[in-house]
């Protein structure tokens, strides 16, 4: 009998069944994978550095749905707003992979290359280095959380006596639909406008002091 033309287990396929269990059942193990794909677990030991390699690889399986292009298109608030837009997408497709990711440091070449962009932008639009990862940091807790939001219910709140509660009542009726976008698209203009008068404040700061700076004297 010949040879399969494809290989029984590969990382892609290691990928894609991680993706699913952890879809399925908010966690993962090697052996779960391992049984899923219908092998040994020692079988999956050959293509990946154990349960911390398989969320690399799912890292970067839900990070290659991230558009960073965006980055450079426009303004610096622009390509950051369409970087998270983007961001927000791609992980809300696999919710409960959120807390395995965001609990395990990031190693994954392409997602690193992804922040150095990010940085990179951040850096010509003139914040000051010691900003940078807060700023990024600050909006990437937004965008994950709005992540977890789109797989909530689009009623949250169930309102059984509008006596009791006769304001939340009216509140909810009153809001439009589609709430976990509204309030994403909210959250990121008050952001990007916070961030945006901290860039100018720091900008008027090192204005203000390079002013100050005594001139040297010519010899």
């Known amino acids: 009998m010949g040879r399969p033309r494809r290989p029984l287990l590969d990382r892609e396929r290691i990928t894609t069944t991680a993706l699913a269990v952890v879809d399925e059942l908010g966690d993962l193990s090697v052996p779960q994978i391992a049984k899923r794909l219908g092998v040994q677990t020692a079988s999956v030991y050959h293509h990946v550095d154990g349960r911390d390699g398989i969320i690399e690889l799912m890292r970067e399986r839900v990070a290659s749905g991230i558009d960073t ?11 950051m707003a369409g970087w998270a837009r983007s961001y927000r997408a791609a992980f809300a497709a696999h ?8 609990t395990s440091p990031v190693r994954a070449p392409m997602v690193l290359l992804q922040y150095e962009r ?5 850096l ?10 807060p700023v990024i940091i600050g909006l990437e807790n937004l965008v994950l959380g709005s992540a977890l939001d789109l797989a909530a219910p689009e009623a949250m709140w169930e309102v059984a006596d509008e006596t009791v509660t006769p304001l939340l009542a009216a509140a ?16 990121l203009a ?30």
């Open 95 to 102: 919710p409960r992979a959120i807390p395995l990711l965001m």
């Open 69 to 79: 292009e965006a980055l450079a298109r426009g303004t610096w608030e622009a390509g």
């Open 118 to 122: 990010a940085v990179a932008r951040l």
């Open 124 to 133: 010509e639009a003139g914040f000051a280095l010691p900003d940078v990862m």
């Open 172 to 187: 909810l009726g009153a809001a439009p639909e589609g709430r976990a976008d509204h309030a994403f698209e909210l959250a």
């Open 190 to 219: 008050a952001y990007l406008a916070h961030v945006r008068d901290m860039l100018t404040d720091d900008q008027e700061a090192r204005q203000t002091a390079k002013l100050k700076s005594p001139v040297p004297r010519t010899p």
